[in-house]
Nanobody, 121 residues
Framework: VQLQASGGGLVQAGGSLRLSCAAS????????MGWFRQAPGKEREFVAA????????YYADSVKGRFTVSRDNAKNTVYLQMNDLKPEDTAVYYC???????????????WGQGTQVTVSS
């Protein structure tokens, strides 16, 4: 599976962005999809995940209520809608894929190249 993330950019605090992650391959619908982020000088951290069906979602406490993860299996794409952005959300955001079970750990099999999100105060 190859993943291509897009949609990052510069936004003011309180603003919104929607990230997309396009996947190659005909088995996209069988993968759990996750979003992670890494800020300068910090470790990569979990943001959100969505099950293969889209019915189950996980969120980090820091983004719960502000971010929404979803997927469109017909388009082989997963989304991360980010609202009420804060300066501390500034990071490179990565999408990732893994088989079978949901996880908040970095235990994903495939990773995209990352897209930069910068939130100004």
């Amino acid at each position: 599976v190859q993943l291509q993330a897009s949609g990052g950019g510069l936004v003011q605090a309180g603003g919104s962005l929607r990230l997309s992650c396009a996947a190659s391959g005909r088995t996209f619908s069988s993968y759990v999809m996750g979003w992670f982020r890494q800020a300068p000088g910090k470790e990569r951290e979990f943001v959100a995940a969505v099950s293969w069906s889209g019915e189950t979602t996980y969120y980090a406490d820091s983004v719960k209520g502000r971010f929404t993860v979803s997927r469109d299996n017909a388009k082989n794409t997963v989304y991360l809608q980010m609202n009420d952005l804060k300066p501390e959300d500034t990071a490179v955001y990565y999408c990732a894929a893994r088989r079978l079970t949901m996880s908040r750990r970095n235990e994903y099999d495939y990773w995209g190249q990352g897209t930069q999100v910068t939130v100004s105060s």
